[in-house]
C-alpha cells in the first residue's frame, strides 16, 4: 500500500473519531476541542489534494480565530448541560430522521456516475513552481466572480445587521458613563460624619 493512501487512511479515521467525539461528548469544551481536532485532520486531508491554501485557511481562519472564540465564549458562560440532556429522548426520532436524510444524500451523492474513478482520477502531481492560491483566486475572480461579489454583500450585510443588533438601545440594561465617573468629586462620594467618642464600660 502507498504511502499516501496509508495517511489517508490514517486521518480519516482521526477525523470520523473526532467529529463522532463532538457529537456525543458532554463536556461542551471538549467538544469544542475535538472539533480543533477535526478541522486539523481535515486540513491534512486538503493536503493531499494539494489543495494547500484551502488547507491553510481552515488552520488559521477556524482553527485559530473562529474556535478561539468560541472556546472562550464556551468557558466564560459556564454553560448548565442538564437542561440540554433533558430533551434528547423527546427529539430523537427527528435527529435520527434528518441523521438518516444526510446518509442517504452523501450514498446518493458518492455512488453516482459523476464520482467515479474514471471521472474523478487523482489529482496529477504539480511542480515546484505551482501556486494553488493563484489558481484558486484566478477562478474566482473570472468565472465566479458575481457569485464571490455576492457572497462579499451578504456578508457586509450580516456584519451590519450584527453591529446595529449589538448597539441598539436597551432601557432595562445598565451601564456606566466613564465621562460622568471621571468628573466625579469627593464631596459627592464620600460624607465625614464627626461622633463623640463614648467612654468604654
Known sequence: MPFEKIVFYLFAAILVYAATRVITVRNPVHAALHLVLAFF??????????????AITLVLVYVGAVMVLFLFVVMMLDINTAPIREGFIKYLPVGLTVAGLMILEMYLVVQSKYFDAERMPAPVPKGADYSNTRELGGVLYTDYVYPFEIAAVILLVAIIAAIALTMRKRPETRFQNPAEQVKVQRNSRVRLVKMEAEPKD
Request: overall charge negative; aromatic content about 14%.
Open 41 to 54: 485532520t481535515s486540513a491534512g486531508l486538503w493536503i493531499l489534494l494539494e489543495a494547500e491554501f484551502l
